[in-house]
């Protein structure tokens, strides 16, 4: 691995890091390590942001009470933000007399419809829970195809020496070219990917990112049956170990028995191409291609839903840093509240030397029975029952948690007040106020929501369209032929006449000859 540091004043161009797999490694491996840099402070904040809606805290039975309102925001926010499938509309622009270019709208319409039945309400809910906590939802668009029996290969090598040698191994001739399958039905659908999986370049915004990055993690099986013998020379760096939060690269990946390795995936928008390489493999490219889906944008996802951004930088901010202070305080007033009213209980002392009737006086068997006290005037000369028990005082207990109710409620609705979640949105309403206040609580709440539903609706909006691109730019006519219900697309075959049984009789033979242009009647209209 070349020792060449990245940065501005080390290289002009490409070319000074060299050529080949070790050069190109340690471009993309330096322009990870820059864009890591500057999302490291955005990827600790979100990470507790995370634990904080799951409530990931040691639970003991002392543990403070808190009020997880990150939790019931997000709850509200995610069936207001999203509600149900979008149905694609593929029209012409200018909708011309273009009897071809309506038809294959039509088509296309039918195939992304059909598209969308494979998981997208799952893809588009995970996108908008990743906006509403770490700040950032990412989706991308894949072609999968899948393939039949391999293509029997008519010619054969009686040498072994004939046969052609593995490129990554040249010195095992014996080694076969992987036998050709015919692709028997094809799919293009958007996928979920995880915030801290994706990494992009550093720009101000979407058109001027220079190139984005997937990170995946296979297994030696799948390496090699993705990248053939390369798979096989790539270091297996990743042990999954589930939940270990000091390491955020081993905390993004449920437990697993295997280990596996990260793969980059990065799609070069410069070069117009993708490049695979694993971090842990120095100086090894695993594959490269050059615009490998042919997409309007050349980019596999569209632009990121994405929290609070500047002009000057696409970082997001999450909304829970907003009003983070607002949300601990709501915490401390519930703690204490919870304190309290553990405190307010009936409790008080007496003198021992009466612990036997006192006793008797409390428990749960004594209802409608006398008990009795064998000195009696002593018992009376010291006041009697309201001076032998000196209960604890609830007044000042009580009028403290009072106050402290007024607090939390107030800090309630500040909080609710920066974040726009009004008493509408919640499904609350106040029976006292008049239908003005109430419309005016929803206006309010409909236009702090309306930018982010305008997003969900773009972000909807172009994983369709990428779809449609895939399905055109890919899709043979056979499985768009299967997939829409339009066999007309597909050769159907000659079918020849019927046999002579089948034709009916020739008094039976009447009407209009078959092909004419014939208006339908109306029910009950004379002929």
Same mark, same amino acid.
């Given at each position: 691995?070349?020792?060449?540091?990245?940065?501005?004043?080390?290289?002009?161009?490409?070319?000074?890091?060299?050529?080949?797999?070790?050069?190109?490694?340690?471009?993309?491996?330096?322009?990870?390590?820059?864009?890591?840099?500057?999302?490291?402070?955005?990827?600790?904040?979100?990470?507790?942001?995370?634990?904080?809606?799951?409530?990931?805290?040691?639970?003991?039975?002392?543990?403070?009470?808190?009020?997880?309102?990150?939790?019931?925001?997000?709850?509200?926010?995610?069936?207001?933000?999203?509600?149900?499938?979008?149905?694609?509309?593929?029209?012409?622009?200018?909708?011309?007399?273009?009897?071809?270019?309506?038809?294959?709208?039509?088509?296309?319409?039918?195939?992304?419809?059909?598209? @969308?039945?494979?998981?997208?309400?799952?893809?588009?809910?995970?996108?908008?829970?990743?906006?509403?906590?770490?700040?950032?939802?990412?989706?991308?668009?894949?072609?999968?195809?899948?393939?039949?029996?391999?293509?029997?290969?008519?010619?054969?090598?009686?040498?072994?020496?004939?046969?052609?040698?593995?490129?990554?191994?040249?010195?095992?001739?014996?080694?076969?070219?992987?036998?050709?399958?015919?692709?028997?039905?094809?799919?293009?659908?958007?996928?979920?990917?995880?915030?801290?999986?994706?990494?992009?370049?550093?720009?101000?915004?979407?058109?001027?990112?220079?190139?984005?990055?997937?990170?995946?993690?296979?297994? %030696?099986?799948?390496?090699?049956?993705?990248?053939?013998?390369?798979?096989?020379?790539?270091?297996?760096?990743?042990?999954? =170990?589930?939940?270990?939060?000091?390491?955020?690269?081993?905390?993004?990946?449920?437990?697993?028995?295997?280990? =596996?390795?990260?793969?980059?995936?990065?799609?070069?928008?410069?070069?117009?191409?993708?490049?695979?390489?694993?971090?842990?493999?120095?100086?090894?490219?695993?594959?490269?291609?050059?615009?490998?889906? %042919?997409?309007?944008?050349?980019?596999?996802?569209?632009?990121?839903?994405?929290?609070?951004?500047?002009?000057?930088?696409?970082?997001?901010?999450?909304?829970?840093?907003?009003?983070?202070?607002?949300?601990?305080?709501?915490?401390?007033?519930?703690?204490?509240?919870?304190?309290?009213?553990?405190?307010?209980?009936?409790?008080?002392?007496?003198?021992?030397?009466?612990?036997?009737?006192?006793?008797?006086?409390?428990?749960?068997?004594?209802?409608?029975?006398?008990?009795?006290?064998?000195?009696?005037?002593?018992?009376?000369?010291?006041?009697?029952?309201?001076?032998?028990?000196?209960?604890?005082?609830?007044?000042?207990?009580?009028?403290?948690?009072?106050? @402290?109710?007024?607090?939390?409620?107030?800090?309630?609705?500040?909080?609710?007040?920066?974040?726009?979640?009004?008493?509408?949105?919640?499904?609350?309403?106040?029976?006292?106020?008049?239908?003005?206040?109430?419309? @005016?609580?929803?206006?309010?709440?409909?236009?702090?929501?309306?930018?982010?539903?305008?997003?969900?609706?773009?972000?909807?909006?172009?994983? $369709?369209?990428?779809?449609?691109?895939? $399905?055109?730019?890919?899709?043979?006519?056979?499985?768009?032929?299967?997939?829409?219900?339009?066999?007309? @697309?597909?050769?159907?075959?000659?079918?020849?006449?019927?046999?002579?049984?089948?034709?009916?009789?020739?008094?039976?033979?009447?009407?209009?000859?078959?092909?004419?242009?014939?208006?339908?009647?109306?029910?009950?209209?004379?002929?």
């Amino acid at each position: 691995m070349s020792d060449v540091t990245i940065g501005p004043d080390r290289i002009g161009t490409r070319a000074d890091l060299g050529t080949g797999d070790a050069a190109l490694y340690d471009f993309w491996m330096g322009e990870d390590r820059i864009a890591g840099k500057e999302e490291e402070k955005w990827h600790k904040r979100a990470r507790k942001i995370v634990q904080r809606y799951r409530d990931e805290r040691p639970q003991t039975t002392n543990s403070v009470h808190r009020f997880n309102i990150l939790w019931s925001n997000v709850q509200t926010l995610i069936p207001a933000l999203y509600a149900r499938t979008p149905k694609p509309d593929v029209q012409r622009r200018w909708l011309d007399q273009d009897d071809t270019g309506r038809l294959a709208s039509l088509i296309l319409e039918r195939a992304v419809t059909y598209s @969308l039945e494979s998981g997208f309400d799952q893809v588009m809910e995970a996108i908008v829970q990743d906006r509403l906590l770490p700040g950032r939802g990412v989706s991308r668009v894949m072609y999968i195809p899948h393939y039949g029996d391999p293509i029997p290969v008519a010619e054969e090598f009686e040498d072994a020496d004939d046969a052609p040698a593995d490129v990554d191994n040249p010195g095992d001739k014996k080694a076969q070219a992987e036998p050709d399958r015919e692709v028997v039905f094809e799919e293009a659908m958007a996928t979920y990917i995880y915030w801290e999986d994706y990494r992009e370049g550093p720009a101000r915004t979407w058109r001027e990112v220079p190139w984005v990055r997937y990170r995946a993690y296979m297994t %030696r099986d799948q390496l090699v049956d993705r990248f053939g013998a390369k798979g096989k020379r790539v270091n297996l760096d990743f042990t999954p =170990k589930g939940g270990d939060q000091q390491n955020p690269d081993k905390a993004v990946e449920p437990p697993d028995i295997f280990k =596996k390795a990260r793969i980059h995936e990065i799609w070069d928008k410069t070069k117009g191409e993708a490049v695979w390489l694993a971090p842990g493999t120095p100086d090894l490219i695993l594959d490269r291609v050059d615009d490998p889906l %042919r997409l309007p944008g050349f980019f596999p996802s569209p632009d990121p839903l994405m929290a609070t951004t500047t002009n000057d930088k696409r970082i997001p901010v999450p909304d829970y840093a907003e009003y983070q202070d607002q949300a601990n305080e709501l915490d401390t007033l519930t703690a204490r509240i919870d304190t309290l009213t553990r405190a307010l209980k009936l409790s008080g002392v007496y003198p021992g030397a009466n612990k036997q009737v006192l006793q008797q006086l409390i428990d749960e068997g004594t209802e409608n029975k006398l008990i009795p006290v064998e000195d009696w005037a002593a018992w009376m000369d010291k006041g009697g029952l309201a001076n032998f028990i000196q209960w604890m005082p609830l007044k000042e207990v009580a009028e403290t948690l009072i106050q @402290l109710y007024t607090a939390r409620d107030k800090a309630k609705d500040l909080l609710y007040e920066i974040t726009g979640i009004g008493d509408i949105m919640r499904g609350q309403t106040n029976p006292t106020e008049t239908m003005g206040a109430q419309q @005016l609580k929803a206006n309010f709440s409909t236009r702090r929501i309306m930018p982010q539903q305008r997003a969900v609706a773009r972000i909807a909006r172009d994983l $369709i369209r990428l779809i449609a691109g895939v $399905i055109a730019e890919h899709f043979d006519p056979k499985t768009i032929s299967m997939i829409t219900g339009y066999p007309q @697309l597909a050769p159907v075959p000659q079918v020849g006449p019927p046999p002579p049984q089948w034709l009916p009789a020739p008094q039976q033979i009447a009407g209009p000859p078959m092909g004419a242009n014939v208006m339908p009647m109306r029910p009950g209209a004379m002929a």
